[in-house]
Structures are given as C-alpha cells and as structure tokens.
C-alpha cells in the first residue's frame, strides 16, 4: 500500500473529493488538516510560501507530491481505475468533472463575494438557475449512456463527483427534478466506504 497524505483545510470544500475517492479505494492516509484562513491564519500563513502554486489541497503519495485539487483528483480516479477504459470513456469523465467544477466555482464566486447586494443577486442565480441547469444536463447524458452510471456502464470519477456536488447541495429537493441523478447518487452514495466515510468525517460548516 502506498504511504499516503492530504493536506487541507478543515473544511470539506475543494478537499473532500479526494477524500471521499480514497475513502472509496479503502486507502489509509493521513488526513492533515490545518485551521480555515479566517478561523486562524498563522498556519496557513506560515505553509503557503513552501507549496507549489499557494493553494490546497497537496497529496503527497510515496513521497511525491501532486498540487491542485483536480489534478489531486484525477490521480486518484486514474490511480483506482475511475477513468474509463478507453481514451473516449476518459473524455466522456472529464466531461462532467468539467460541468460541475464550473458549476461549483460559480458557487464559490458567490460565497465569497463581499458585496452585499451582489452577492445576494450571485446566490439566487445560482440556486434558482445555474444549478437546476447543470443537473439537468447531466440527467440528460446519464439516460443517454444507459441510466446505470455517466460513462461506460461502470462506476467512474464522474459518478463520484456528481455525488459530492450533490451531497452539498443545501436544497435537496431540486433533485425531484432529475430522478435518475437522484438513484445514481443515492447508489454511490450507498456504496459501504463512501457510506462509512459520510458518516464518520469530521462536521464542518463548509
């Protein structure tokens, strides 16, 4: 087994996928977590300045070290067999990563943003437009590829991401919407280490 570690904030945001794919693979690693930024700084402060790009997530694995939270991921999927068994299954992956990431950076955006009104303006468009769109979109091509999984007929990265995005979700019910994205994530989401890694991860806020 390999000598695994992650280091994040104490947050789930752009950490948790790797951490439910190596939940998902039974991998034991190192959860390292440091205090949020606004939470206490000087951590963060003091790691920034050693880190290839001044971000998290950062896995190191056997010793080598892999920056940036979607090339975290996509080691990982590859790393567990998650990208499809063929160069058109892997594109068809990276297809959905990419819808959701930009629905996900979108919902950041918002979080983020310190004008008021803004900001206000930034959330509803997001969870009254961007949001529905995208899972609709994605219900599309999850009937059009069978309706059992996003790509291949087999589990992939893409299913997993869609359960993390969806799993954030603070109003459930826009899934009533896409009934097939509603099973498959439930059906991941069932899978005993995602399952027991839902159950066990430490709470935060975000």
């Known amino acids: 087994m390999p000598t695994?570690?992650?280091?994040?904030?104490?947050?789930?945001?752009?950490?948790?996928?790797?951490?439910?794919?190596?939940?998902?693979a039974g991998i034991d690693y190192e959860d390292n977590r440091l205090p949020a930024p606004w939470d206490d700084p000087k951590p963060w402060a003091a790691l920034k300045p050693t880190t290839p790009y001044g971000e998290l997530p950062i896995l190191y694995w056997d010793g080598e070290e892999i920056a940036q939270s979607l090339g975290v991921a996509r080691f990982l999927a590859k790393e567990f067999g998650l990208v499809g068994k063929t160069n058109l299954e892997a594109a068809q992956v990276d297809e959905v990563i990419y819808a959701l990431q930009d629905c996900i950076n979108a919902g950041y955006y918002a979080l983020f943003e310190e004008d008021k009104e803004r900001k206000k303006s930034m959330t509803e468009t997001h969870e009254r437009e961007t949001i529905p769109r995208v899972l609709g979109q994605i219900e599309r091509r999850l009937k059009d590829r069978g309706g059992e999984f996003l790509v291949g007929n087999q589990i992939s990265w893409a299913d997993i991401q869609t359960f993390f995005f969806c799993s954030e979700l603070d109003d459930k019910d826009v899934l009533l919407k896409t009934p097939e994205v509603a099973k498959l994530i439930k059906k991941i989401g069932d899978i005993a280490n995602i399952s027991s890694w839902m159950e066990k991860r430490p709470k935060t806020n975000l």
């Open 4 to 24: 695994v570690k992650l280091t994040y904030f104490n947050l789930r945001a752009r950490g948790e996928p790797a951490r439910i794919l190596l939940a998902y």
